[in-house]
């Protein structure tokens, strides 16, 4: 089955060239040209995916990516400005997985979509009793791309989820940004990218703490990021 993609962006045709590619790579793809059509879109469920770009008339996209995440954690990547380090950290603040700098390849796009999507899906279903990792009171069903702290559902993008899955499996002991990256975001690491320190501020906001009080996400020093395992 194509997985669909609903890429938003104003430019008619980088839109044109981007779609051509991504249909010749066998992805489905719907165009729309701003910010409330792309949010409606986005709600229908029918994509595995949504480009978007933050330089939109009207509704640009950091606003169209805030209104998405109030009832959507559908994976986005986002088209930012090369050098518009400003916008990539509030995108990523705002819940997006991923960004790309433009002026980009429609290879390159295609090769970060595959990656987050990858991720995304995880392994195939199994219908058998799924298999629950715990730490302390987070508990994560990988199959399932379900986490929960204290009983709690954790409402956790995609690449959130990744991030998490990889330091609840090397629980107790640091994993570098590196690996990170590799393991969670599908790529090697960049050099000055920060989307696993925002990532990763973002989550300790949304798991809890330990009996000491201390977040359960620690960063150790030249290291990289440490999961407290109780």
Not at 54 to 73: A, C, D, H, K, Y
Not at 147 to 172: D, H
Request: charge should be neutral; charged fraction near 25%; glycine fraction near 8%.
């Amino acid at each position: 089955m194509k997985s669909k993609v609903l890429l938003i962006d104003d430019d008619v045709e980088l839109v044109s060239m981007f779609k051509e590619y991504l249909e010749q790579e066998g992805f489905e793809v719907k165009a729309v040209h701003d910010g409330e059509a792309g949010t409606a879109q986005a709600f229908t469920g029918l994509y595995a995916i949504a480009i978007l770009d933050v330089m939109m008339p009207r509704m640009n996209g950091l606003e169209t990516l805030r209104r998405i995440r109030t009832n959507s954690q559908l994976p986005i990547l986002m088209l930012t400005g090369r050098g518009d380090d400003t916008d990539r950290i509030v995108g990523l603040e705002l819940g997006a997985d991923d960004y790309v700098a433009k002026p980009c390849t429609p290879r390159e796009l295609t090769a970060r979509i595959r990656a987050i999507l990858r991720r995304a899906q995880g392994a195939p279903a199994d219908h058998s009793q799924p298999s629950a990792l715990t730490v302390g009171q987070l508990t994560m069903w990988p199959e399932q791309r379900r986490a929960t702290w204290a009983g709690n559902k954790l409402e956790l993008t995609s690449t959130e989820f990744n991030l998490l899955e990889v330091l609840a499996r090397n629980a107790g002991r640091p994993v570098s940004k590196n690996t990170l990256s590799e393991q969670g975001l599908g790529r090697p690491l960049a050099r000055f990218d920060r989307n696993i320190d925002v990532h990763l501020s973002s989550l300790r906001h949304k798991l809890g703490t330990i009996a000491d009080g201390r977040s359960c996400l620690q960063t150790v020093y030249r290291l990289g990021y440490q999961l407290i395992k109780e």
